[in-house]
């Protein structure tokens, strides 16, 4: 899950002054939820393929969780990514780190309006029993919870 980390330790521990601090910026995003998706895309992933099924991961993102996701789910065989963001309301750092992936299994949208509005489509897509008889759907927002 760590292959593409640029740092052989993955979290190295520097020490600065009496301090040792965790640099969690190594992943292929430079974020730190680049760790919890390469583990969690890769796990979805592996049971879906197990099952003999597709899976669908939907995200809305205003930062770091639509580029850490896309990242993870790049190239992976069961699993696929729709990921939406707000036009003009992320860097252009991470609308790049997104619209410039280029994996089948990677599709990315912008949309007008704020980053909550995706919330409830999102919600609704992904309890539809007519999507979920033909893959597994599941998101890694809060709506999960």
């Given at each position: 899950a760590f292959a593409t980390f640029s740092h052989t330790d993955v979290v190295p521990v520097v020490k600065v002054g009496r301090l040792h601090v965790a640099e969690l910026f190594h992943g292929p995003t430079y974020a730190f939820k680049d760790f919890?998706?390469?583990?969690?895309?890769?796990?979805?992933d592996y049971f879906a393929a197990k099952?003999?099924?597709?899976a669908l991961l939907l995200v809305s993102t205003t930062g770091d969780t639509g580029p850490a996701a896309i990242r993870a789910v790049q190239g992976l065989g069961?699993?696929?990514?729709?990921?939406f963001y707000p036009q003009g309301q992320?860097?252009?750092?991470?609308?790049?780190?997104?619209?410039t992936v280029d994996s089948p299994n990677v599709r990315v949208y912008a949309f007008e309006g704020d980053g909550d509005d995706m919330d409830a489509p999102i919600k609704s897509v992904s309890t539809d029993s007519a999507l979920k008889e033909s893959r597994e759907v599941s998101s890694?927002?809060?709506i999960n919870v």
């Open positions: 919890g998706q390469q583990v969690l895309c890769r796990l979805i099952r003999g099924r597709k069961a699993l696929e990514i729709v990921c992320i860097s252009e750092l991470q609308e790049r780190q997104m619209i890694v927002n809060s």
